[in-house]
């Protein structure tokens, strides 16, 4: 479909693995949002790329997350030395101008 | 204070009711006003956006209090397909940083 995909959609590791989450954008969408989502919260922005630049990262917790889109199109978002409390579904988003479509998440879980 | 507050509900209500709920925002420069609909175990999909004049989608309006920095959802004649959570979403002035609200849970029953 045209929709926002998410890989992979289900990822269990253990604490202190390193984790890559990817995002691929409705085509032609410049702008890229990365949210996590934990039970019975609503979506927590981290960070919003705008082409291939991070606009504004201040919702990633700590330097343990990053995320990249080289190309101004697939978004990976990783993390390093997973915790327990990492655990979550991680949702992308992209717009364009300004309607957020939803990917359907990576639930992401931290044994 | 959260920077977007919703009630959390549950709201219970029959077929055919009205419901409202209403979403608090802390920043005052907030430009831009949303509200989505979340099934469970599913991505946030974009129900209506939110504008100063306020605005209507078949049941579903949506209104904008800047003053009292609230924004509102009123569902008309609800059906059960409505049950749902529903987050406010407001984008801080001047850039596109987006803030949820925690949800309010709707079940509409027959």
């Known amino acids: 479909g045209a929709g926002v995909s998410q890989t992979p959609s289900n990822k269990v590791t253990e604490k202190g693995k390193y984790v890559e989450l990817r995002c691929d954008p409705i085509?032609?969408?410049?702008?890229l949002y990365w949210y996590r989502q934990s039970l019975g919260q609503g979506p927590e922005f981290l960070i919003y790329f705008q082409g291939t630049g991070a606009a504004d990262d201040s919702g990633l917790p700590n330097d343990r997350f990053f995320a990249v889109r080289p190309e101004g199109s697939v978004s990976t978002l990783k993390i390093q030395r997973t915790e327990r409390g990492d655990s979550a579904v991680y949702l992308c988003?992209?717009?364009?101008?300004?309607?957020?479509?939803f990917g359907p998440g990576t639930r992401l879980t931290v044994l | 204070r959260k920077e977007v507050e919703q009630d959390p509900g549950p709201f219970n209500v029959p077929e055919g009711a009205t419901v409202a709920f209403n979403c608090t925002y802390s920043n005052s420069a907030s430009q831009s006003f949303f509200w989505y609909r979340q099934d469970c175990r599913k991505e946030p999909k974009l129900l209506m956006s939110?504008?100063?004049s306020g605005n209507e989608d078949g049941r579903f309006t949506a209104q904008l209090n800047r003053a009292s920095q609230y924004i509102s959802l009123l569902i008309r004649d609800s059906k059960l397909s409505d049950s749902a959570t529903y987050l406010c979403a407001v984008n801080e002035g001047g850039g596109f940083k987006t803030i949820f609200g925690a949800g309010t849970r709707l079940f509409v029953k027959a």
């Open positions: 939110v504008y100063s």
């Open positions: 085509s032609g969408h410049t702008a």
């Open positions: 988003a992209s717009s364009a101008p300004s309607q957020q479509f």
